[in-house]
């Protein structure tokens, strides 16, 4: 049971700290600046460390509770658009399609975060882990369409 707790730390640790759960946009130059999406996914960010912490200590309750703030900063990244779409000078339908897929891909990451609360919730470590694995899928997949190279 322990190396099970250690995997599953490790899982948590790597996907919270590599940088935050989606299209997050780095400050490292100016022409990024900092966004209201940047401040969304540093709070998605801190609350994953948080909840990680949560999971490492045994305290799937807290963790879950966790799960409805990371929603709600999600929700709230649903209506901005990626600086890379911006820098990208998107318009008209290539920037409509862009931002569905955009919109698609929080809303499908919101999902994995739902079942990951049921799994919490009933303390069921195996599908915890899963859906963890599928936050750091749906992470990669929103940085490799939505992240900036800043």
Known sequence: MLMKKGLLAATILTISCST??????????EACGATTLHGYMEDIKDEMRAMSSDIKSGDNQAAAARVETLIAHFEKSRDQVPYKLKAEKLEGADLKEQMSNYEKGIDKTIDVFKNLEVALKSDDL?????????IGAKRQQGHQAFKANC
């Open 126 to 134: 195996a599908e915890v882990k899963k859906w963890l694995g599928e």
């Open 20 to 29: 935050a759960a989606f299209a997050h946009e780095h400050h490292q130059n």
